[in-house]
């Protein structure tokens, strides 16, 4: 019988600080994600329970490519105990992994569309992993945008990603609410944006995932985009202690986040009071 | 051919089963009735014709606090898996939240550190009355007269038929005694579960005034959830030796009544106020519940009601909810 709470070694390989207080950190598993026919090992979207013995674990969004063999990333910001535990550990040190969990966004659902990424602060690493998708497999998709605001410019993360993905005909958006003298893209709210985005509405989808003010960037952007609530894909933050459905911790609504979710069309889960 | 039980044979019976594994069975600790370990040489404490136990016998499957791996030095060590051992003297309504859990513990991806005590227990159910199909376990045995008819479902309930105490025939006289109480409003209710998912559902915001007054009757204290034998959140805790050198993670039953039930790291909580967690508590049982498994979770047993310290009568409140919506659903009855 399976033991589904028992979780792998994960040696720390590569720590990068990426702002204040988020770090990104590359893993390579004992026992490697199993990969699919299209050579991915998750579907970006799709979480992981990282752990630290002594701390617990908590979820985290998958960062890397999902093309990627040998690693995977998470990103995380230091905000309670896990992430503190987290942060503490060296490059050569040791963390725990269980997953990975979830569904992930529909990729064959996206194939032939437009798709409008829209993201925020530390909100970033799925929607990373679905940048580095749909770079590996540009053709299968129309005109992609990723829409990205944070703080102050050295709130925006993932910035090493920044020109592969501009390469491949990511059309990359960021906004600042705070911008530096040497800042040169857009100030204030990621609505600002909303000019700049080319779309068929009929043939679009939104792929989401961030704090709160998303629900802002939803009424202001993708409401005028004319993108209905079933083709915006949203990726939901719940406390976890199980990643599969039997805690309770995670649910909202009639719903699981970690077993039906993360993602929901947004018709799914709009309305909930939980 | 048949078996049957001598009424007079019960505590000889349970020591019979004690011998080789241990057998839990309701006993009086300390004045309050629990599912205890039998002494072999005492089994004439074992009772039968109760009610309720204190806690549901869930917790011999998934006990208020297991540990789930110990990692010393770079190593996880899985606990051992128990011995086996043999629940006796269930209730039909413990008997049928046992098998239910079993049915939420082995949807995949499934909880193995339940299944696994699943696997080395015996459920022995003793009724009163006629229990009508059993909805699992090993053994039944059905009260007639001074007898108890013995119904096995597995192999190892058949087992237990062929120890000495057994005697070989039919129903002695009629079927099995005793009429079936009268059903309870819960009861009746608990038979159209797709009533109870709408109603509630519908009651959050079309009966507001409901939950506004649970909201501050309920003291949050979580005690219905631990005495609920359908209840089974949990949540993970790391405890380290004093010298760092060993972590053990260990479960232990959470309650989502509880104020940081739903709060994330950060801060942000999901369900602020006692209304919202408590009525989470009802979406649960019998919306959720009936979405994912078809029925709700509850069986009746009385024991929330029993032991709320803010004395809410979960029962008087489905009725109310039930109420409000067939006056304004009237073709929606049984």
């Known amino acids: 019988m399976a033991n589904n709470y028992r979780p792998q070694k994960a040696k720390i390989v590569k720590i990068d600080a990426m702002s204040g207080d988020f770090k990104r950190f590359r893993f390579i598993l004992d026992k490697k994600f199993p990969t699919s026919k299209e050579g991915t090992s998750f579907v970006p979207g799709q979480f992981v329970l990282a752990g630290v013995w002594g701390y617990g674990e908590a979820p985290f969004g998958i960062a890397s490519s999902p093309f990627e063999q040998q690693f995977i990333e998470i990103g995380v910001r230091r905000v309670g105990a896990v992430t503190a535990a987290l942060h503490n550990l060296s490059e050569g040190g040791e963390a725990t992994i269980r997953g990975p969990y979830g569904n992930g966004y529909p990729l064959d659902f996206f194939e032939k569309k437009d798709i409008v990424m829209v993201t925020g602060g530390c909100g970033i690493p799925p929607i990373a992993a679905l940048c580095d998708y749909v770079a590996t497999r540009r053709d299968l998709f129309d005109n992609v945008y990723l829409l990205y605001g944070a703080k102050t410019p050295d709130d925006l993360l993932f910035k090493d990603r920044y020109q592969l993905w501009e390469e491949k005909g990511i059309k990359i958006l960021l906004s600042v609410d705070q911008p530096t003298p040497d800042w040169k893209g857009s100030v204030g709210l990621v609505s600002k944006l909303v000019d700049q985005i080319k779309i068929n509405p009929n043939e679009a989808v939104a792929a989401m995932c961030g704090p709160g003010p998303m629900a802002k960037a939803l009424e202001n952007i993708l409401r005028p985009l004319g993108i209905s609530d079933r083709r915006i894909f949203v990726s939901e933050e719940r406390k976890m202690s199980c990643g599969i459905g039997k805690c309770q911790h995670c649910t909202t609504g009639d719903k699981y986040v970690c077993t039906d979710g993360p993602v929901f069309n947004y018709d799914e889960v709009q309305g909930n009071w939980d | ?334």
Request: hydrophobic share 35%; glycine share 6%.
């Open chain 2, 1 to 334: 051919m048949a078996r049957i039980l001598p009424k007079s044979k019960i505590p000889k019976l349970v020591e019979l089963l004690s011998k080789k594994r241990l057998v839990y069975a309701p006993q009086k600790i300390e004045g309050e009735l629990l599912f205890a370990p039998v002494d072999p040489s005492e089994t004439d404490g074992v009772i039968l014709d109760y009610q309720t136990t204190v806690l549901p016998p869930k917790a011999l499957f998934f006990p208020p606090e297991e540990n789930l791996f110990v990692a010393r030095k770079e190593k996880i060590a899985e606990t051992n898996p128990p011995a086996e051992f043999v629940v006796f003297g269930l209730n039909a309504k413990d008997l049928a939240a046992i098998c239910y859990l079993d049915e939420i513990m082995s949807k995949e991806p499934a909880d193995s550190f339940y299944l696994k005590r699943r696997e080395k227990a015996a459920l022995v159910a003793v009724a009163g009355t006629k229990m009508g199909t059993a909805p699992g376990g090993d053994l039944i045995l059905e009260k007639a007269g001074d007898s108890y008819q013995a119904t096995a479902l597995t192999k190892a309930g058949e087992k237990i038929t062929r120890l000495s105490v057994f005697e070989e025939g039919g129903p002695t006289g009629s079927d099995p005694s005793g009429s079936n109480p009268t059903e309870t409003e819960l009861e009746e209710l608990l038979a159209d579960s797709e009533l109870l998912a709408q109603a509630v559902a519908w009651s959050r915001t079309s009966c507001p005034e409901i939950w506004e007054r649970l909201g501050k009757q309920c003291l949050g204290c979580g005690i219905c959830t631990y005495v609920c034998p359908l209840c089974y959140c949990f949540t993970a805790e790391d405890r380290v030796d004093l010298d760092g050198t060993t972590c053990t993670r260990c479960r232990r039953w959470d309650a989502c009544t509880l104020p940081d039930f739903a709060t994330v790291a950060g801060g942000f909580n999901f369900r602020k106020t006692i209304k919202e967690r408590y009525y989470n508590w009802y979406h649960h049982k019998f919306v959720r519940a009936y979405k994912e498994f078809g029925r709700s979770q509850c069986v009746a047993c009385g024991r929330c009601q029993k032991y709320c310290p803010a004395g809410i009568d979960i029962e008087k409140v489905l009725v109310e909810i039930v109420d409000a919506f067939q006056k304004v659903h009237p073709e929606r009855r049984f």
